[in-house]
């Protein structure tokens, strides 16, 4: 299956219902974890020449597009193994990651967008939101953080938005990873477990389990709200984190396709270089 296939697969369309993915399911994919982890590290190297060429536009001042990898999941998901697995795997450089929290009192003196526009990648780059301005429509809209009729305002906001972005040559590629109720607990239990993985455990977690059915019904109106052909949403069964980590990064090879970057032209005689280079 090559990568533009993989949206397909993945993409959210008309019609799409998270309750009828099996979050443990493989779509599009019909071979195991060992062939998986190796076409992950076979692909890697075919994403690090696109990745490379992008970078290189933009250091020639020659870039005009940019990938945006927005990543959306409930917590212990697999956010930080694609940043670490996928995104990790290419030149650091040429990345500029971005991990919301909570509003800032700045930040919230502003309109919802504000902060994340100031962090949209410039042209050569790959941006990665780790959770992005869905949290205001998601936990905003669970936890009851802002009026209903002010939810209801940012999902045109987003739209909007993305289709300004999209239009400036920013490929978006919005991604949830979809895991079950079970594999979160199991996954949360392995952080208690290990005194190394302490760190990432927050008790507020257990809390936001609890209303787990309301978080999946704000994905679902998220998903019917904002999957736009500027801007689709994919999702990706994510039980399984090397078939999550694979998709993903089939999804940015898809993207960095479309863009096919090009090695920049020298803007020096070559020859001569080599003959002064010779020389010295």
């Not at 019909?30 to 982890?37: E, F, I, P």
């Not at 490379?52 to 998901?77: I, T």
């Not at 002010?150 to 590629?173: K, M």
């Amino acid at each position: 299956m090559d990568a533009h296939t993989w949206t397909q697969t993945l993409r959210v369309d008309e019609g799409f219902r998270l309750a009828d993915l099996d979050p443990d399911a493989k779509p599009g994919y019909d071979h195991g974890k060992a062939r998986g982890v190796a076409d992950l590290a076979a692909r890697l190297a075919d994403l690090n020449v696109l990745q490379e060429r992008l970078f290189a536009e933009s250091r020639a001042g020659v870039a005009k597009d940019a990938v945006l990898l927005v990543l959306q999941a409930m917590d212990s998901a697999g956010k930080g193994g694609i940043v670490r697995h996928v995104v990790g795997g290419v030149d650091p450089q040429g990345v500029a990651l971005a991990a919301f929290k909570a509003p800032t009192a700045e930040e919230r003196e502003h309109d919802f967008l504000w902060r994340i526009e100031k962090r949209l990648p410039d042209p050569g780059f790959i941006g990665v939101f780790d959770r992005s301005h869905y949290e205001d429509v998601l936990i905003g809209r669970v936890r009851e953080l802002a009026p209903p009729a002010e939810i209801e305002r940012r999902y045109d906001a987003i739209n909007e938005f993305e289709a300004r972005v999209a239009a400036s040559g920013t490929r978006i590629v919005k991604v949830m990873l979809h895991i079950s109720p079970e594999e979160q607990k199991t996954r949360l239990m392995e952080r208690l477990d290990r005194p190394d993985k302490h760190w990432k455990y927050n008790p507020g977690d257990v809390d936001e389990r609890l209303v787990w059915p309301q978080y999946m019904q704000a994905y679902q109106t998220v998903f019917d709200r904002t999957s736009t052909a500027a801007a689709p949403w994919h999702v990706i069964p994510a039980n399984a984190k090397w078939y999550a980590r694979l998709a993903v990064q089939e999804l940015l090879l898809a993207a960095l396709e479309d863009i096919d970057p090009q090695w920049p032209r020298a803007d020096f005689d070559v020859e001569s270089e080599k003959k002064r280079l010779a020389a010295s």
